[in-house]
């Protein structure tokens, strides 16, 4: 079995770490639509108060850069303290960015911030310390530190939704590479015929087994054998093209077979990706999170079961695979885990 660090001793060292500082972290999660900020008591993860406001992404970069700014002020306010009572401010973005630097650099879904010193900008507003990373990395290292990883020191952190993005952390630190864009682990490609994936491969772990690929292949079973896919249609409207992953996770909780047989085939493409996870790194634990981890939460055991067949290290199944603690809070709670990491 993977030996687990003591993890009293090590939520009493944070505790030490953090006992002479104010009491709470800020984390702030930016995405393509939303900003969602929160305070973190930094002992235990337990996210006090958390607000959540529209994204400017589209704009100019002072407009973005409002909207972050925006988002922190009303937490503030809703929580009736003022900024001196927040010992840092963990920002948590959609990459490619430089998180020593603190720049956003040119994510896909953030078009307003091209090489933008958003840290730099926010320390300048609150006068306190800014940390920044993107949000897979920082969702990794919260679960390192309060969540479903705590007690180890290796982990690797899956988030599974529109997309797939990882966290890679070993000696409880985020794994960054050489230029911090290390741990893009959902453009591994496990099958270079494969589908083209957006980033321009073919065949990546998120073309196969994300959420828009798993409703487009029950789309295809239903066009194809409607007959088969009754319940499926009727959850859609009797329209294959309405089906969405979220309609495929409830059809397959009502036992529908194409449902089965969609998320059995994306288990086998998430079997030999992790397969080739673990015999590269060989994490002590694995953590699953996003959207579509809801619909795969009851098959975590069966995965990990397997995982042995799909991989050369025949004591992988001592891997445990574990749902995310955090959840849809993960961004928030990652990125005040990101201010302890940076003290």
């Known amino acids: 079995m993977r030996r687990k660090t003591n993890g009293v001793a090590r939520r009493r060292s944070v505790a030490r770490n953090t006992?002479?500082?104010?009491?709470?972290?800020?984390?702030?999660?930016?995405?393509?639509?939303?900003?969602?900020a929160g305070l973190v008591d930094p002992r235990t993860g337990e996210i006090r108060t958390q607000v959540k406001m529209?994204?400017?992404?589209?704009?100019?970069?002072?407009?973005?850069?409002?909207?972050?700014?925006?988002?922190?002020?009303?937490?503030?306010?809703?929580?009736?303290i003022g900024i001196r009572d927040v010992q840092g401010i963990g920002l948590c973005?959609?990459?490619?960015?430089?998180?020593?630097?603190?720049?956003?650099?040119?994510?896909?879904?953030?078009?307003?911030?091209?090489d933008f010193p958003l840290a730099a900008q926010i320390s300048k507003r609150y006068g306190r310390t800014v940390a920044?990373?993107?949000?897979a990395n920082?969702?990794?290292?919260?679960?390192?530190?309060?969540?479903?990883?705590?007690?180890?020191r290796n982990a690797f952190y899956a988030t599974i939704g529109t997309?797939?993005?990882?966290?890679?952390?070993?000696?409880?630190?985020i794994l960054h590479g050489r230029t911090g864009a290390a741990g893009e682990g959902g453009h591994m490609s496990i099958d270079y015929r494969g589908p083209r994936c957006a980033c321009g491969k073919r065949g990546c772990i998120e073309a196969l087994a994300a959420g828009p690929?798993?409703?487009?292949?029950?789309?295809?079973?239903?066009?194809?054998?409607?007959?088969?896919?009754?319940?499926?249609?009727?959850?859609?409207?009797?329209?294959p093209d309405a089906i969405t992953s979220e309609i495929v996770g409830q059809a397959f909780r009502q036992g529908d077979r194409v449902a089965q047989e969609?998320?059995?085939?994306?288990?086998?493409?998430?079997?030999?990706?992790?397969?080739?996870?673990v015999d590269l790194l060989e994490p002590e634990v694995i953590i699953v999170g996003g959207g579509v981890s809801l619909m795969l939460k009851p098959l975590l055991k069966d995965l990990a079961k397997q995982l042995p067949r799909y991989c050369e290290n025949q004591q992988a199944g001592e891997t445990p695979i574990v749902a995310s603690h955090f959840g849809v809070a993960a961004g928030i709670a990652g990125a005040a885990s990101l201010c302890i990491a940076a003290s």
């Open 138 to 152: 920082a969702a990794a290292l919260a679960e390192t530190f309060w969540g479903s990883g705590r007690g180890y």
């Open 54 to 80: 529209p994204m400017a992404a589209c704009g100019r970069p002072e407009e973005g850069l409002s909207a972050v700014q925006a988002a922190i002020d009303r937490l503030l306010r809703d929580a009736a």
């Open 93 to 114: 973005a959609p990459g490619p960015l430089d998180p020593w630097r603190g720049v956003v650099l040119n994510p896909p879904n953030v078009p307003c911030w091209r």
């Open 262 to 277: 969609v998320l059995a085939q994306t288990m086998e493409y998430l079997l030999y990706w992790l397969g080739n996870i």
């Open 132 to 135: 920044l990373d993107n949000d």
């Open 19 to 36: 006992s002479k500082r104010r009491s709470l972290m800020l984390g702030v999660d930016i995405g393509g639509t939303k900003v969602a």
């Open 163 to 173: 997309g797939i993005g990882t966290g890679v952390v070993l000696d409880e630190k």
């Open 213 to 239: 690929a798993i409703a487009r292949a029950a789309r295809e079973i239903a066009q194809q054998r409607p007959r088969e896919a009754k319940r499926l249609l009727e959850f859609a409207g009797g329209h």
